[in-house]
Structures are given as structure tokens and as C-alpha cells.
């Protein structure tokens, strides 16, 4: 299909593994926007990217959260030593340009951290 | 900062009967408004939306009128049906961002279970 994608759908892991999420957007949408729904939180931004740069990432919870795109296409969400409060539904989300306000959502990766 | 108020659930209708899920919101200006429909093991999707004071969204029999004076955003429709229970997040995107992009802010979520 032509939607966004992510992988994978679900995630089971340890405490203190690393772990990362793959969102592979609609083909030619420069924007690319993470989020994160927790039961805790509800649906909360992660961070932007505009190409290949982030020029926002100011809802990153912490440094143990990183996030890379490249090619101006798939985009990697990287969590470092996970822990339990980390356990959400990670969402990505791409739209054809930065100015363009609909965005066209993935169906998420469920991560659970034991 | 930007906020997003939105009714709790869940909320249990018997079909055909008439909806409504409010929704405020805080923010500067005139932000975009919008709705988002999650239906059960599927991403969330656009439902409606109004970029202006006074804008009516419209899709599936939804509607919801951007009123600036009340900051409000409610979704309403005259007769639900089954295929219509999901979780329905009202969000915004800010009039101006700084760093780029458009970021939605969300409410919690309202869960519509609807009856035959």
C-alpha cells in the first residue's frame, strides 16, 4: 500500500536493552513526525524532521531517546536502555511538506519494556 | 502552553441516537483544529478539520464548528452507528511554531461505544 509503515508491530523486551523503531513514510513527504501514546500521557510529540534534519525535538523525554532519518525517507527511532515508562504505542505520522497540516499516521508499534 | 480539553469516556450510545464530545482548547491566535478517529487495532485517521474561526469540518456524517469565542471544537452526529465506536482525539496545531513543521497537540482521547 501507499500508506506510512512501521516496524515492527510489536516489541517485547528487557529492562536496559536497547531497541528500535522503523517508520518508513509515504513516498514523497518531506515531513516525518514521531509521537507517543501512553496510558500515562496520552498522545504526545516526540519529534520533527524536515528532510534529513530535526529541527524540532523538543518532546524527546530524555538523551536516552534519539531519532535519525535518512535519505529523506525512513526514519529510525532509537531508545537506549529501556525502562518500563517507556512502554507505549509509538506512532509515526508523515505529511507531503512542512507547511501542509494534514498529517497520514502508521499503526504504531507497541512496546512493552519487563 | 498549547492545550487540548476533551470530554472523558467512555461513552455508551444505542445506535441511531445523536453525539456529542466536547472539546476545548488553549493556544494563541487562531491554531487548526482538528479531529482524529483511532478504530479498534487500526492508526489513528484524519476525521474533519477547521483551519479558521467560525470553519465548519465536515466528513462521514461528523461535523464540528471552530468557535474562537468559546475556544471550542465539538464534534457532534445526528444518528451513530455501530461501525462507529473508536477513540476520537480532538488536536490542534498552533497558529505559529517555532523550529518548523506542525505538531499536533491532543487531547486524552474519548472512547465511543456505540449499541444496537
Known amino acids: 500500500g501507499a500508506g506510512v509503515s512501521q516496524s515492527p508491530s510489536n516489541k517485547v523486551t528487557e529492562k536496559g536493552k536497547d531497541v528500535e523503531l522503523r517508520c518508513d513514510p509515504i513516498s514523497g513527504h518531506t515531513a516525518l513526525y514521531w509521537y507517543r501514546q501512553s496510558l500515562g500521557q496520552g498522545l504526545e510529540f516526540l519529534i520533527y524532521f524536515q528532510g534529513n534534519s530535526a529541527p524540532d525535538k523538543s518532546g524527546l523525554p530524555s538523551d536516552r531517546f534519539s531519532a535519525e532519518r535518512t535519505g529523506g525517507s525512513v526514519s529510525t527511532l532509537t531508545i537506549q536502555r529501556t525502562q518500563q515508562e517507556d512502554s507505549a504505542v509509538y506512532l509515526c505520522?508523515?505529511?507531503?511538506?512542512?507547511?501542509?497540516?494534514?498529517?497520514?499516521f502508521g499503526p504504531g508499534t507497541r512496546l512493552t519494556v519487563l | 502552553g498549547n492545550s487540548v480539553t476533551q470530554m472523558e469516556g467512555p461513552v455508551t450510545l444505542s445506535e441511531e441516537a445523536f453525539l456529542t464530545i466536547n472539546c476545548t482548547y488553549t493556544?494563541?491566535?487562531?491554531?487548526?483544529l482538528f479531529w482524529y478517529v483511532q478504530y479498534p487495532g487500526e492508526g489513528l485517521q484524519l476525521l474533519l478539520k477547521?483551519?479558521?474561526?467560525?470553519d465548519k469540518g465536515s466528513n462521514k456524517g461528523f461535523e464540528a464548528t471552530y468557535r474562537k469565542e468559546t475556544t471550542s471544537f465539538h464534534l457532534e452526529k445526528g444518528s451513530v452507528q455501530v461501525s462507529d465506536s473508536a477513540v476520537y482525539f480532538c488536536a490542534l496545531i498552533p497558529e505559529r511554531l517555532t523550529g518548523g513543521g506542525n505538531k499536533l497537540t491532543f487531547g486524552t482521547g474519548t472512547q465511543l461505544k456505540v449499541e444496537l
Open positions: 477547521a483551519t479558521k474561526a467560525d
Open positions: 505520522a508523515s505529511s507531503l511538506d512542512p507547511g501542509d497540516k494534514e498529517q497520514f
Open positions: 493556544a494563541t491566535g487562531y491554531p487548526s
